[in-house]
């Protein structure tokens, strides 16, 4: 365990979370080349304790010695819960155990978490949500429900007499130096853009939402729970989040015009040949921006962020050995960094003799939570004319879908259940 | 048999389907988006706004009350895991 103490971050707050320098990898997803921090705040006002977010229970230890340096159990009257992640609510069960008066507060939402965590009868907790507030005694924490930054329950909550905005793990990056404030920690920039990259950015609507509560605030310091300190400039930071949520590049074709991307990879032609075919169909319509791309030429990043800005996307694969191909699974299993639900997709290939993939592709944009309304075209081999112009029709029926003039159909789910069957 | 019409809005379906068919059936089938994530009435992944034919659906099962109202859902939400249509017309927002 590392001798640093508790640090004050300003008058009566300080942080008293865990250093976690020798984690490479956190929850699977993330690599970090120096570890993590699990940031917790004591915040002491005349009237009352409140303790900010606890730490990973095997981390427990640390926050207890840091706590008891500048607070008794029984004074904590306040237990805030940014954020039910278990490397933020590790040693909540114990610190409930230890400080029995203590009365926890959360978001609406993450009442599930909690009862999920602290598994006991009887268990008292006050729902909090934007506007609402605890007054520790000339010191008073106001709440900001930020959903979705990154889990449903996640809010922040702003310390206002001294302008601190505890953002649970917005702004937080994995990064582990015990000079803990920005401006004295080594450089941690790649870091916080990791971290952006990997956890906020597929909510980013909610990050545009969250931005919209907390750059109105005098902020004098950002408080997060991984990672630096963030004392000098903390607005750059909001500025960069702001900057990060917004589309890449100018979109050429404005709003009320809409993208469709075909993705196709081909061994012989012939789903090359069956992609330029939906590709003409959908050009057909006006409205619709058309874009044809080849897996074999590009790589899965710049793919991704195209994906994310598209409102339609139709994925071509010849069926080898019973699956669709790696480059195309490969594109499929990397847009859990991006929102994709309720994108319009389909999927077409040609195949040898079984033809599997375009019922795989079609269950993982289902999964993904696509909105697949039309079924996808197979071809044995070389597609004839017939089958290309299906494939015309299947461009023309998702650019129709994607301008919102798709005439409405009536089908039977006797229907729908025989579509099934003789296409599996 | 009794049979139930269900239009989901957003990609321009109607299914005609059996009475007692339950939602998330129908979304996967046609692919409206509508997904599962427990399929058992307990993470709240498949919510959906009923437009109109409320009165044509099952009764919220108390399990399925306490998803909706954690998930602060209004009173035109339901679990597509859950609800089973019993005839009429139905209107979904998906």
């Known amino acids: 365990m590392s001798t640093l103490g508790a640090i004050a971050i300003a008058p009566d707050t300080h942080w008293v979370g865990a250093l976690d320098p020798g984690l490479r990898e956190f929850d699977i997803i993330l690599k970090t080349a120096n570890g993590t921090t699990y940031n917790s705040y004591c915040v002491r006002g005349s009237s009352g304790v409140a303790i900010i977010d606890t730490v990973k229970e095997s981390h427990a230890g640390e926050f207890f010695t840091r706590l008891e340096q500048v607070a008794r159990y029984d004074e904590i009257t306040a237990i805030v819960l940014n954020h039910l992640e278990p490397d933020h609510t590790g040693a909540l069960p114990e610190l409930m155990r230890r400080a029995p008066q203590a009365k926890l507060y959360i978001s609406n939402k993450a009442q599930l978490m909690l009862k999920a965590l602290v598994k006991h009868d009887g268990l008292a907790y006050t729902i909090v949500n934007t506007g609402d507030s605890v007054d520790l005694g000339g010191r008073t924490l106001h709440f900001l429900n930020t959903p979705y930054l990154h889990w449903p329950d996640t809010q922040c909550t702003w310390l206002e007499q001294q302008g601190i905005l505890f953002s649970g793990d917005v702004f937080g990056c994995h990064f582990c130096d015990s000079r803990l404030f920005n401006g004295q920690v080594g450089d941690f920039r790649f870091s916080f853009e990791y971290y952006y990259a990997h956890i906020m950015r597929p909510f980013r609507e909610h990050v545009l939402d969250a931005l919209e509560l907390i750059e109105p605030l005098p902020l004098k310091l950002i408080a997060p729970a991984h990672g630096p300190i963030l004392r000098d400039a903390p607005r750059s930071y909001v500025q960069r ?67 994310e800005e598209a409102d339609g996307l139709a994925f071509g694969s010849p069926t080898i050995n019973g699956d669709a191909v790696k480059p195309v699974w490969d594109l499929l299993s990397s847009l859990a960094v991006i929102k994709v639900r309720d994108k319009l997709g389909a999927a077409f290939g040609s195949y040898g003799w079984s033809g599997e993939a375009v019922n795989m592709i079609e269950d993982r944009l289902r999964g993904l939570k696509l909105r697949v309304p039309i079924q996808g075209v197979r071809a044995r081999l070389i597609p004839t004319d017939e089958e290309l112009g299906l494939c015309r029709d299947l461009g023309k029926q998702l650019a129709l879908h994607l301008t919102g003039s798709i005439e409405h159909r009536v089908i039977a789910m006797s229907e729908l259940l025989t579509q099934e069957s003789t296409h599996a | ?49 009923i437009i109109s034919g409320m009165e044509n659906m099952s009764e919220r099962s108390v399990l399925e009350d306490k998803v909706l109202q954690e998930n602060m859902a209004g009173r035109n939400h339901r679990l597509a895991c859950q609800a089973q249509v019993l005839g009429g017309d139905i209107t979904v927002k998906a």
């Open chain 1, 241 to 307: 989040y702001r900057q990060l949520a917004a589309p890449l590049l100018h979109n050429e074709i404005g709003a009320s015009n809409k993208s469709l991307l075909v993705f196709y990879i081909s061994s012989y032609g012939n789903t090359s040949r069956m992609a330029e075919a939906v590709r003409d169909g959908a050009e057909t319509i006006p409205g619709v921006r058309v874009s044809l791309y080849d897996l074999q030429g590009g790589g899965n990043l710049p793919f991704v962020d195209l994906i």
């Open chain 2, 1 to 49: 048999m009794p049979k139930a019409n269900v239009t989901f809005e957003k990609i321009g379906i109607t299914v005609t389907v059996p009475a007692g068919t339950r939602l998330i059936e129908i979304s996967e089938k046609v692919g409206a988006g509508i997904t599962y994530g427990c399929r058992e009435g307990e993470c709240g992944t498949c919510m959906m706004r």
